[in-house]
């Protein structure tokens, strides 16, 4: 194959206007030159599958941006976009034609080719001719920055802002035209098709389609594609030559329709590969008919005051004049995204870039999502997801947001059943984040919706028509094909979060199945926390979990059973797995509501009894077997410190003896403030730590370490004060204080004396007393008395009771 001809836009043939796809600057070129020459016709790069969609364009609910997107009927994930934005040449070329009743046809490489060659090079058909092309061209060409290199420019954006975007309107509409495709057509003259050899194929039907619309329409027509393909399609070739590019080319079905896109999905390079960083920006531009760096200045200074950042209209003036002097002293013609983000940064923002981040996140780059009318083809779970879209009240929204729910809302409930089947669908428009209410009732959610999900929409068309049916087929389907029980437990929460009633039978008898199979004491740990949420929440949600409580019931009495002897001869992955699920088993049997009657609490406390004092069982397991029984009130503090002298006696290797402190007051379960308010579990631990080997300090340090930085940082400090005074400190005289405290200065305690007796309505006098002459209020019974007692030492029995109050 040879290169183009270095030849520009002929004057008497079609009109060829090559562009940059998502320039505001080509887009009021390409509508000025629209406008001097009246064709009947215009073409566009873009695949002809939409040429019925076009009309679409004109339709008021259209509003961009929007993107087209073309699918295999049979894989919809293997898909393509072509976006455009209300900047985009070949959005404003395709709503001028159909202002003036001009023919739109798209003319690039159909995407049923395009495809199915992407198809045949994911499946390894095309990867060697691939990579042998990669190795034989190099790098692809990048025009832009060729022509900007050429021009003495090290930054290719800019130059193009200079020359194109920042230009005024010509005399002539097409000269700007015509100069760029002569500087293109030197390019493909120098470069070939500059690594992009799969640009021959697409040119060869870019031509075949401009012959046909020429023969219909003469010379009235206009090409609306890439700069880039202008020499091709200005140069001369054969009608053989093209026909036997495209002969034998791969071919798929596909479907074609409108979705909403992004300004944030601009910045992508697929479809219309000419991704740009700023599309606010570029939008702004587009829009604005005069005085753009002014407008732009007061939408920042709109923005910055509405998140109460102190912008006043001299801020406004300053920024423009230093933007202007910027641009002069930079020698371009006119301020760009540069100079404005350096004259905001220091004008606006006093230098910070955290008030600059949130104009760029809001403005340079925006939060638009584009809208489609409800004619545009769609499958029919797309369908029936906008229905309930709209009956919930959730519109789709590209900036990220919290939403919050409340259950006994029957809105809000059904909004989160469609959230819970989307996820089940593999569709991610919301993720579940930890609710701020604690109450099974509550739910919050992150929602952001991307562009992308309208093609998860569409591969999950096959599940059904329907959100709800879809949902259900995937849970049974997913039912079928699990074989591990954990899978099949998390599946049956989702089914009941989702409110599946026709799914759970199926993933019910998977489970009963499974779990009757299953001898992995780890799986049936893993599986057991699932279903006692799921009966937690089938009370609030009112869903019937008939059968669930039996299979949870019989996984608890298996892991009772099964645990102490899986326990034995673990090594320290295995033990810290193993004590994961210790305390998963111990919520979940505390969520059974019939674990009492079934005498599960007791089985499962004996369980905990013999973990605790079991020979072989590792050390992280017998101090999370004693702290479980200690919280659950099961033992004293007496026996907690028997059990724990046990495991720190000489007799104990080291490093099992810091596995047992670990698993009895590590993790995030306060095993810091146990050891603030008994300090004869602290005095323990500081008399073994005191007593260990150098040689064996080492080794245990890390593991130590790690137990004591997971406390806050105050539990930290009191428990260094602690150990600084010594043990039994604060156990004997008052005058010791609280934990964490060098002691209690008794001034300072007796100053609130007066604001107490004005809470609790008690009259009196200046120095704290009340109006009598009587004795002091501590040697009275009534409530200030008490009081005092609380707060002086002198009357406190026991110094840690003062501790938890100061505490």
């Known amino acids: ?273 000419a991704g740009i960083d700023s599309p606010g920006w570029y939008g702004h531009l587009f829009a604005a008919d005069d005085r753009p760096i002014e407008r732009w200045m007061t939408k920042v200074a709109g923005l910055l005051r509405a998140e109460d950042h102190q912008v006043s209209s001299a801020h406004v003036i300053e920024a423009v004049r230093l933007a202007g002097t910027l641009a002069a002293m930079r020698g371009r013609p006119l301020p760009g995204l540069a100079e404005t983000t350096d004259a905001v940064r220091a004008v606006m923002c006093e230098g910070s870039d955290v008030p600059l981040g949130l104009v760029r996140e809001r403005l340079i780059v925006g939060d638009v999502l584009g809208e489609v009318p409800d004619a545009a083809p769609a499958v029919p779970l797309q369908r029936d997801l906008v229905r309930a879209q709209r009956s919930l009240r959730l519109k789709p929204e590209a900036l990220e947001r919290e939403l919050e729910l409340d259950l006994r809302k029957e809105t809000d409930a059904g909004r989160s059943r469609l959230l819970h089947r989307l996820r089940l669908l593999g569709i991610g428009w919301g993720e579940q984040v930890q609710a701020r ?50 899978d099949i437990t998390a599946l049956a929460e989702q089914c009941l979060l989702a409110e599946l009633p026709d799914a759970l039978p199926v993933v019910m008898t998977a489970l009963a199945d499974r779990a009757a199979l299953d001898t992995d004491v780890a799986h049936l740990a893993q599986a057991l926390p699932a279903l ?6 089938g009370d609030v949600r009112g869903t019937k979990t008939t059968g669930l409580a039996e299979v949870a019931a019989g996984l608890a009495e298996r892991i009772c059973v099964g645990l102490p002897p899986a326990c034995a001869a673990l090594d320290a992955d295995g033990a810290a797995a193993m004590r994961t699920h210790l305390d998963a088993v111990h919520s979940a049997i505390g969520l059974l509501p019939d674990a009492d009657a079934r005498g599960l609490r007791g089985r499962w406390t004996a369980v905990l009894g013999r973990l605790a004092a079991r020979e072989g069982v590792p050390g992280i397991i017998r101090g999370r077997a004693v702290r479980l029984l200690l919280d ?28 047992w402190i670990e698993g009895f007051v590590g993790g995030a379960s306060g095993g810091g403030m146990l050891l603030v308010h008994d300090e004869r579990l602290l005095a323990l631990i500081d008399g073994w730590l005191s007593g260990v080997a150098p040689a064996a300090f080492t080794d245990v340090l890390p ?77 009275r019974p009534d409530d200030l008395g008490r009081t005092n007692d609380l707060v002086a030492p002198d009357h406190c029995d026991d110094s840690n009771d003062l501790a938890g109050v100061g505490n």
């Open 1 to 273: 194959m040879t290169a183009p001809p270095a030849a520009g836009p002929r004057a008497t043939g079609p009109l060829l206007l090559g562009v940059r796809h998502h320039g505001p600057g080509s887009a009021r070129a390409v509508r000025a030159a629209l406008a001097a020459a009246r064709p009947r016709a215009v073409l566009i790069e873009g695949p002809p599958e939409g040429n019925a969609l076009a009309a679409l364009a004109a339709d008021e609910a259209m509003r961009p941006p929007v993107a087209l997107l073309a699918h295999v009927v049979d894989d919809p994930g293997r898909a393509a976009f072509w976006p455009m934005a209300e900047f985009s040449p070949e959005w404003v070329a395709i709503r001028w034609a159909l202002a003036h009743d001009a023919q739109v046809r798209f003319i690039d490489l159909p995407a049923a080719h395009s495809l199915a060659e992407e198809g045949e090079e994911a499946t390894g058909e095309g990867a060697a001719s691939k990579d042998r092309t990669a190795t034989e061209e190099g790098a692809r060409l990048d025009p832009i920055g060729a022509l900007a290199e050429a021009a003495g420019h090290d930054d290719p954006e800019r130059w193009w802002e200079d020359v194109v975007e920042h230009r005024g309107a010509a005399a002539d509409p097409r000269a700007p035209f015509a100069a760029l495709g002569e500087a293109m057509a030197v390019l493909r003259e120098t470069y070939g098709h500059g690594g992009h050899a799969r640009d021959l194929v697409r040119e060869a039907h870019m031509r075949q389609q401009l012959r046909s619309a020429t023969r219909e329409f003469g010379a009235d027509v206009a090409v609306v594609c890439g700069a880039w393909h202008v020499p091709a399609l200005a140069g001369k070739y054969t009608v053989a030559g093209d026909r036997a590019l495209l002969k034998g080319l791969p071919k798929v079905r596909t479907e074609v329709t409108w979705v909403p896109w992004t300004h944030r999905r601009l910045s992508r390079r697929s479809g219309y590969g």
């Open 437 to 486: 209410s604690t109450g099974t009732f509550r739910e919050s959610w992150r929602l952001r919706w991307e562009p992308e999900l309208s093609v998860r929409v569409a591969e999950a068309g096959v599940w059904g028509t329907t959100v709800r049916g879809a949902a259900t087929a995937q849970a049974e389907s997913r039912a079928a094909a699990a074989t591990a029980l954990g």
């Open 532 to 537: 006692a949420r799921t009966l937690r929440y």
């Open 632 to 659: 659950d009130g099961r033992i004293e503090g007496e026996d907690a410190a028997r059990h724990m002298g046990l495991a720190l006696s000489p007799g104990t290797a080291p490093a099992d003896a810091a596995a």
């Open 703 to 779: 593991l130590l370490r790690r137990t004591f930085a997971a406390y806050e940082t105050g539990v930290r400090r009191t428990l260094g004060e602690l150990v600084r005074r010594g043990p039994g400190a604060a156990g004997g005289s008052g005058d010791a204080g609280a934990p964490g405290f060098g002691g209690l200065d008794t001034a300072r305690a007796d100053a609130v004396l007066p604001l107490v007796a004005l809470l609790l309505g008690h009259d009196h006098g200046p120095d704290g007393r009340d109006g009598h002459d009587g004795p002091r209020d501590h040697d």
